[in-house]
C-alpha cells in the first residue's frame, strides 16, 4: 500500500502562486508514475500532468498553458506542483496519485493510489 497526503492548497487571488506538495508513505515512489489530477465542482477529474520515469514533465498544456511545474524528489518520497499565475479557472480540489507503469496515462482509472486532495480556490 501507499499512502500519499497533499498540502498547500488555499485561496489565492488571480496571478498569485501556490506550491502543492504530495507526501508518499508506505512505498518508495522511485519507478512509480506520480501525478497530479483536479476536479471542479460539477466537473470530470482531470489530469493536470506528472513526472515520468526519466524524471521529465509530461503536461496537460491545453489546461496549464505553461504555467505549471512539477518536481520530485525521491529520497524524501514528496512530490510538489508550483503554480503560477493562477486563474479562477483552476479553482479545483487537487489530487497526487501514483502508477506503477512505465508510461504516464492521462486517465485516473490508470493510477492505484490517491491523497485525499487539497482545495484550491483562486479569486478573480
Known amino acids: 500500500q501507499m499512502q500519499l497526503v497533499e498540502s498547500g492548497g488555499g485561496l489565492v487571488q488571480s496571478g498569485g502562486s501556490l506550491r502543492l506538495s504530495c507526501a508518499a508513505s508506505?512505498?518508495?515512489?522511485?519507478?512509480?508514475?506520480t501525478a497530479w489530477f483536479r476536479q471542479a465542482p460539477g466537473k470530470t477529474r482531470e489530469f493536470v500532468g506528472a513526472?515520468?520515469?526519466?524524471?521529465?514533465?509530461?503536461m496537460n498544456e491545453d489546461s496549464v498553458k505553461g504555467r505549471y511545474t512539477i518536481s520530485r524528489d525521491n529520497a524524501k518520497s514528496t512530490m510538489h506542483l508550483q503554480m503560477n499565475d493562477l486563474e479562477p479557472e483552476d479553482t479545483a480540489v487537487y489530487y497526487c496519485?501514483?502508477?506503477?507503469?512505465?508510461?504516464?496515462?492521462?486517465?485516473?482509472?490508470?493510477?492505484?493510489?490517491w491523497g485525499q486532495g487539497t482545495p484550491v480556490t483562486v479569486s478573480s
Open positions: 496519485a501514483a502508477r506503477y507503469m512505465p508510461y504516464v496515462s492521462k486517465s485516473p482509472m490508470h493510477y492505484e493510489f
Open positions: 508506505g512505498r518508495t515512489i522511485t519507478n512509480w508514475i
Open positions: 513526472i515520468n520515469r526519466s524524471g521529465g514533465n509530461e
